[in-house]
């Protein structure tokens, strides 16, 4: 699966752990549930770049902070944690 198909099916997954059905997926981002499927079951060779686009959207949407899977580059340091003076 290349690496946008793989990026986009962890969404899907995500989305599913948070409780949603595939069926909601595809409502909320406007496409086929059989789009999502087909992703899903790694058969989704070419998807469009609306698929792609929609899905990405819509997880972006209903899962807006992610932090805790994919922390930001910039961080060094815990939430709350400053550095001390001169470093």
Do not use: H, W
């Amino acid at each position: 699966m290349p690496d946008d198909l793989a990026e986009v099916a962890n969404m899907i997954a995500r989305l599913e752990q948070s409780g949603l059905s595939r069926r909601a997926i595809a409502e909320g981002a406007g496409i086929g549930a059989s789009q999502i499927t087909r992703i899903m079951a790694g058969e989704a060779r070419n998807p469009t770049l609306r698929v792609i686009n929609s899905l990405k959207r819509f997880y972006r949407e209903t899962l807006p902070v992610d932090e805790v899977d994919e922390p930001s580059p910039q961080q060094r340091f815990a939430n709350g944690c400053q550095p001390r003076a001169g470093r």
